[in-house]
């Protein structure tokens, strides 16, 4: 069995190269001034920080794009075990937990990526304007820590803002705290299944320069058997600040991440065992695919190293980012090992400016990288490797270019348009049989909007946009092993086309009511015509084994709304409400499965929080609601679909007059519902096959965070 192996001495080069980045002027400066210890309010700082946007710089920036967007202040939140407790009540995005631990849910945004679990693809993932996905699109969703981050941006479908963001998704991006959000910080959290975690976070900063680290450690044994996990990461960044047009910030960061998969079942065990895995039982499913004997795991490692500079002021402000990323992962389904190393790196030059009523953003983005991956058949008796059947070398490459130009035509309105133009590379040679597929894609993601802001609180929007996405190494290299014959294992490489996209979005954002009455809202409705839309193919056991597109044609179509607000309550104090609601209707338009709903998105996605909270006391339920069916195989066999369900959860927080400490405690799934959490996804299936994975029982979380 792989576990995973501690490498926290990383941890003193790493922050040596970072502070190698800083001036010793910039150091000099900070160590001259008399630092404020009890400075404790997170993101309280001015809009000065070095290369660090503040939670009101990116509303301002958001205000000014027609479209659906998000803004995540992590301020303020409790527990954070999981990327779901960071992005819940957030309408238009869509997270289905793996198994709900540290492991790798499925995320999607308008349906982008809904084929891709268990490695995701579909939306461009950002830390700090800077991209996180490999060079071929995929990402480890596993890898990312929310604790390091300050705050999230999403900015979904074309509303995307980066040169390499074309996707059907759009991008998320996660900001760092920084020196200047924080001296110190020690988070605990502990609760049921095991689960166990830590951070201990220490910042400093000047007039002129500021770092930051932060090192979190996380466990959790697992509601399932053969669920368990674990996760180390450790993240440095530094900036400084020469005269007052230039600055520069520098990161790094290593994970380290392993976690257990105890796989599907089928839909029968979800409610007659909700712990079990195949190979609880007797019958010869469980024999020929019992997990404590193949034992699928995943194994993952990742370096990333990253920098960027702005400089310039209204008239033109410009900035320039490199990152190197290096990842060793191990995915072992229950018949294949995937091997994987890959290094990627690449380059962002964007620029943005105001003449007048004019404003423009320029940009243009490289990235490339390389991967060796092999595949090795796993033995049935006890999961080792035996031949190696695929062995590849893939190089992946972009160029994206991007000019946008917005024109204030008058008090009330804003008129934007925007064109991004990628030339786009994925070259696999097969190294064990010679030859290979050499794919060329280029492609332009136009796009035009307006808002209309009528009054003060009142934003109205519309855009017109097309977006293209390339296929991953994960589309293109396809693995099939038998399970009871592990002999015939085959690999290939295929031929695929670009998914595309034409999509039409109108809605707006606003708030009604004052401060002690008042609430904020967004709404989006969307429909998109997609051209060629990448699907996967799965084998009669749950194992992913190809992907084609599908050329009849199909509709996505939704609707994402969200509500945030407050009121008095009687006997004192206020009572806070969130909701969200994503609808998502994505059909086929014509061909095998013509009229039939797409498989692995609910059509209803309804989340919902109500707190009382009066001094530093937070108190009151939650919930997170699937009201109808939803299938799981795009022929819509309906023995086969996901039931409704609605988990019932409660927060109850408490944090000191003077801020620097908060407890808490997070319950979900009170009344201990069994339900699938997740599926895999297939062209037709059946009840026999092991297809669902169960959802975490009743649970809780107790937590600790300490500001120093």
């Known amino acids: 069995m792989t576990s995973p192996r501690p490498h926290l001495s990383l941890l003193v080069p790493a922050i040596a190269v970072a502070l190698a980045c800083v001036p ?24 000065d920080t070095p290369v660090a946007p503040t939670v009101a710089d990116e509303r301002e920036r958001l205000a000014r794009v027609p479209g659906g967007t998000n803004l995540v202040d992590l301020r303020n939140a409790g527990r954070q075990a999981t990327l779901r407790d960071a992005l819940e009540h957030q309408p238009g995005i869509v997270l289905q937990e793996f198994f709900g631990g540290i492991d790798q849910p499925r995320l999607n945004i308008r ?17 700090d304007g800077l991209p996180l996905n490999e060079a071929d699109g995929s990402f480890v969703i596993g890898l990312l820590e929310q604790r390091n981050a300050a705050f999230i941006s999403a900015r979904r479908g074309a509303n995307a803002l980066s040169p390499g963001a074309t996707a059907l998704g759009g991008e998320i991006d996660f900001y760092s705290l920084n020196g200047a959000d924080e001296r110190g910080r020690l988070r605990l959290e502990g609760g049921s299944d095991g689960r166990r975690g830590g951070q201990l976070a220490w910042g400093v900063s000047g007039p002129r320069a500021d770092g930051w680290i932060g090192a979190s450690h996380d466990a959790y044994d697992g509601y399932r058997r053969h669920a368990d996990g674990e996760r180390d990461s450790v993240h440095v960044n530094t900036g400084w600040r020469a005269g007052e047009t230039f600055s520069n910030r520098t990161w790094l960061s290593w994970t380290d991440l392993f976690f257990h ?19 609880d039982g007797d019958t010869p499913q469980d024999n020929l695919l019992n997990v404590y004997r193949r034992d699928p795991l995943r194994d993952t490692r990742h370096w990333r190293v990253a920098n960027a500079s702005q400089w310039g002021g209204e008239r033109l402000r410009q900035s320039l980012g490199l990152w190197w990323q290096h990842t060793d992962d191990l995915f072992k389904n229950p018949t294949t090992h995937n091997v994987s190393d890959t290094d990627t790196w690449g380059a962002q030059y964007q620029a943005a400016g105001e003449r007048g009523d004019l404003d423009y953003r320029l940009g243009g983005a490289y990235t490339a990288g390389d991967t060796a991956r092999d595949f090795y058949a796993n033995s049935p008796a006890d999961g080792t490797r035996l031949q190696r059947f695929g062995h590849y070398g893939l190089d992946a490459a972009s160029l994206d270019l991007q000019a946008a130009l917005g024109w204030r035509t008058g008090e009330h309105w804003r008129l934007l348009a925007e064109a991004k133009w990628s030339r786009v590379e994925r070259d696999a040679a097969d190294l064990a049989r010679g030859g290979g597929l050499e794919q060329r894609y280029a ?19 519309a855009n017109l946009s097309r977006s293209n996405e390339v296929p991953t190494w994960w589309e293109i290299v396809s693995a099939e092993v038998p399970p009871a014959s592990p002999a015939g294992a085959q690999a290939q490489l295929l031929r695929l086309r670009v998914q595309a996209a034409d999509t039409l979005e109108i809605g707006g954002s606003g708030r009604f009511g004052g401060a002690e009455r008042g609430a904020d809202w967004s709404l989006a409705v969307y429909r998109s015509a997609v051209d060629d839309e990448l699907m996967s193919m799965v084998d009669a056991f749950g194992n992913r084994v190809g992907t084609y597109n599908y050329t009849a ?94 988990l019932l959860g409660a927060r109850l927080d408490y944090t000191a007059a003077d801020g620097r400490w908060t407890v808490f405690v997070h319950a979900d799934n009170l009344t201990d519902r069994r339900y699938a959490s997740s599926y895999v996804i297939r062209n037709q299936g059946t009840l026999a096959q092991p297809g669902f994975l169960q959802g975490v029982g009743r649970n809780a979380t107790l937590g600790l965070t300490w500001r120093f």
């Open 553 to 646: 044609g199909t509709t996505h179509q939704g609707v994402e709304a969200g509500l945030d607000g407050r009121f008095p309550a009687v006997g004192g104090g206020v009572l806070e409400y969130r909701l969200a609601w994503t609808w998502s209707d994505f059909t086929f338009d014509d061909g095998q499965f013509a009229g039939n709903r797409i498989a692995g998105v609910p059509r209803h996605l309804v989340s919902a929080e109500l707190a009382w909270r009066s001094g530093g006391w937070r108190i009151g339920p939650n919930v997170r609601w699937l009201p109808g069916d939803t299938p799981t195989d795009h022929a819509n066999t309906r023995d086969i679909y996901q039931d409704g369900y609605a």
């Open 443 to 461: 492609h332009a993601s136009p796009r035009v909007g307006a808002i209309w802001q009528p009054r003060p609180g009142l934003r109205l929007f």
């Open 261 to 279: 998969i105890p796989n599907v079942v089928p839909k029968a065990r979800i409610h007659s065992d909700p712990r079990g895995v195949m190979g």
């Open 111 to 127: 349906g982008s990526g809904i084929q891709s679990n268990p490695v995701n693809r579909g939306v461009l993932l950002l830390q």
């Open 24 to 47: 010793a002027s910039a150091f000099a400066a900070d160590a001259r001034e008399p630092v404020d210890l009890d400075r404790i309010d997170v993101l309280g700082r001015s809009g």
